[in-house]
């Protein structure tokens, strides 16, 4: 069985004006966050989770009564659960974000485990790629025509992998290795992750401009479609807000 995947990117300037799009227990936790940097993750990443789970429900994604009524939870393990009226929807999702932007990722089906990551095309060290890196991925990136690009995208592909196996970098990030494919669809590209236990997470990859966005699951998976083409992601700029004023003022992002 392939199971079908839907994206949506969102960037801040996409997250609904002041907190009433967000469910009481959320308010309060933003309440908490004394910087920005913070609040910013946390209500990007937020705002386009809601939005594509209510894209995937049926929901209005641009009424923020309707975003109130869905709630991002936590599994004991910190994965996240999307919740619709206080009830589990049965989707899986991910999310990441990264340079003021967001992506969610949403599937159907029980028990399925999803994992995604954005990363920017950026310069790693060699001490980078030594650290984190198995041999042989270490070998993948030496033999690349373009080495940062190929460091970022088994960096991006691994934590898409350790939120699959729902640990996240409490797990050493050589204890998966990613094999990247030659198949392309739609502007996704094949990888599969292999576990040191055992077993193998399928996935795609894209660059998507600036940025690296990678997908694996615990199961076969279509190559993913966008809730909204085009979403920006491929034109975004990275930006890093929160610099401009690290401590959150009336004017920061999600303030009251």
């Known amino acids: 069985m392939t199971v079908e995947v839907r994206w949506l990117s969102r960037g801040l300037d996409d997250v609904p004006a002041g907190n009433g799009w967000l469910s009481p227990v959320e308010a309060d936790r933003l309440a908490t966050m004394r910087y920005a940097k ?3 993750e946390f209500l990007v990443s937020r705002a386009t989770a809601k939005q594509a789970i209510a894209h995937a429900v049926g929901l209005p994604h641009d009424d923020p009564t309707a ?17 619709v009226d206080g009830v589990p929807t049965g989707l899986a999702m991910s999310s990441t974000d990264r340079a003021d932007r967001a992506v969610c990722v949403v ?5 399925v485990a999803i994992g995604c990551d954005l990363e920017l095309v950026e310069e790693r060290s060699a001490g980078f790629v030594v650290s984190y890196l198995t ?16 460091a970022n995208l088994l960096w991006c592909a691994k934590e898409s992998a350790l939120k699959v196996l729902e640990t996240g970098l409490r797990r050493d990030t050589r204890t998966v290795e990613v094999r990247l494919g030659t198949e392309v669809v739609d502007g996704w590209t094949a ?6 236990e055992g077993g193998v997470f399928p ?32 034109t975004a700029v990275p930006t890093h807000r929160w610099m401009e004023a690290p401590l959150r003022s009336a004017r920061s992002p999600g303030s009251t």
């Open 38 to 40: 913070r609040s910013s």
């Open 67 to 83: 975003l109130r009524r869905i709630e991002v939870r936590h599994k004991p393990t910190g994965a996240p659960a999307p919740f």
């Open 107 to 111: 599937g159907q089906g029980a028990g």
């Open 135 to 150: 041999p042989a991925e270490q070998q993948t990136v030496a033999q690349a025509a373009d080495g940062a690009l190929t």
């Open 191 to 196: 990888l599969e992750v292999h576990p040191v």
């Open 203 to 234: 996935g795609w990859w894209r660059r998507e401009g600036r940025f690296l966005l990678s997908v694996a699951a615990s199961v076969p998976i279509a190559p993913p479609v966008a809730f909204v083409d085009p979403d920006g992601l491929s």
